[in-house]
């Protein structure tokens, strides 16, 4: 099973802000390389891979994972060095205090976040939440110095220190949706087994943490006849409601929902129990908070299932993922494009 994480862990090295996508695509393009008949990278950077089928005019099947990550930008920077930052993405700034930060400018340069310590902290200060705004970078140097290096609109990441947890578990920022990126690889590889009729696009999406802008630029360009969306989902933690969080190790979750496909849906039930595959299901009333929300509407509509990898701690630099999950992604994927389809 470790042979997923091997992977996930590359993956969740390379930075990749939403709307900075370019230097992790061009990793991805190598790596799809490998496994796909042709890769392209197009002007949103999003990369698309196609595998080849049997078929003739047969269907085409797009399966889409967002390659994008949350971050923040650089808003100010003050005379004595201290950056003011705004987030890209949903954050909780509860988790920020006392982080580790990156910010990639001319060169990588490695901060933390501090604020009002909390002996100065008013009466009143002390009962509210902390907000991005009241949060500084400190690089320890000087305004003049890092001037030299940073520049107003540099992209900044959580420093993630990633690490393998017991009974195959994985720890580490960008888990989502690295993972989902990861079970794009798997599907590939296993479909080098299988025999399917279908075309396959593989693509990995861009700036899914703002807008789904890669999703609605891909979904409108290849015009698949099935879009198969690939994200992550809340994983279980201790206080959480049993019915919007999911067991690490169990398998995949497929989405059941109003704007998602009811039959393909079904199909991908069907395929899971035949060929014994765990897996979990998750009740999606509204627009998922996925690619699959820009997906569906695409064009003149395109039938759309949605697979989610269970992911504990999402939007921290400690999200936790579990490596059945995303081999028993890859596995029910391929088969519902070799036997379903």
Same mark, same amino acid.
């Given at each position: 099973m470790l042979g997923c994480l091997d992977t996930l862990k590359e993956l969740t090295q390379y930075t990749a802000v939403?709307?900075?996508?370019?230097?992790?695509?061009?990793?991805? *393009?190598?790596?799809?390389?490998?496994?796909? %008949?042709?890769?392209?990278?197009?002007?949103?950077?999003?990369? +698309?891979?196609? !595998? =080849?089928?049997?078929?003739?005019?047969?269907?085409?099947?797009?399966?889409?994972?967002?390659?994008?990550?949350?971050?923040?930008?650089?808003?100010?920077?003050?005379?004595?060095?201290?950056? *003011?930052?705004?987030?890209?993405?949903?954050? %909780?700034?509860?988790?920020?205090?006392?982080?580790?930060?990156? +910010?990639?400018? !001319? =060169?990588?340069?490695?901060?933390?976040?501090?604020?009002?310590?909390?002996h100065m902290l008013e009466a009143d200060e002390k009962k509210k939440a902390v907000k991005i705004d009241e949060l500084y970078i400190d690089t320890g140097m000087d305004a003049k110095e890092l001037k030299k290096y940073v520049s107003i609109g540099d992209a900044i990441t959580l420093k993630s220190h990633p690490f393998f947890l017991k009974d195959n578990k994985y720890s580490s920022k960008s888990v989502d949706n690295r993972c989902g990126v990861t079970v794009l690889i798997e599907t590939a590889n296993e479909l080098k087994k299988l025999k399917h009729k279908p075309d396959v696009y593989f693509v990995a999406t861009v700036q899914e943490e703002l807008n789904l802008a890669g999703a609605r630029i891909t979904s409108f360009n290849i015009e698949p006849d099935i879009a198969i969306v690939v994200d992550a989902c809340h994983g279980d933690v201790p206080g959480a409601p049993k019915e919007v969080v999911f067991p690490l190790g169990k398998g995949p979750a497929i989405g059941i929902g109003p704007i998602l496909n009811r039959e393909l849906t079904e199909r991908m039930l069907d395929t899971a129990k035949e060929n014994n595959i765990p897996h979990?299901?998750?009740?999606?009333?509204?627009?998922?908070?996925?690619?699959?929300?820009?997906?569906?509407?695409?064009?003149?509509?395109?039938?759309?299932?949605?697979?989610?990898?269970?992911?504990?701690?999402m939007h921290t630099s400690i999200e936790t993922v579990h490596a059945n999950d995303i081999k028993y992604a890859g596995k029910l994927i391929s088969r519902f494009i070799a036997e379903r389809v």
């Open positions: 939403s709307g900075r996508e370019y230097e992790f695509a061009a990793v991805l *393009k190598d790596k799809f390389s490998e496994i796909c %008949d042709s890769v392209e990278i197009d002007k949103f950077y999003n990369v +698309i891979a196609l !595998k =080849k089928g049997m078929g003739i005019n047969g269907p085409r099947i797009m399966v889409l994972a967002h390659l994008d990550e949350i971050g923040f930008l650089v808003k100010s920077i003050d005379k004595n060095g201290f950056i *003011k930052f705004t987030n890209v993405g949903g954050i %909780d700034a509860r988790i920020l205090l006392s982080h580790e930060v990156i +910010i990639h400018g !001319k =060169k990588d340069i490695t901060g933390v976040i501090g604020a009002k310590p909390p979990q299901v998750d009740v999606e009333p509204g627009s998922t908070g996925t690619d699959a929300w820009a997906t569906q509407v695409s064009k003149y509509g395109i039938p759309t299932v949605l697979v989610s990898i269970p992911v504990r701690y």
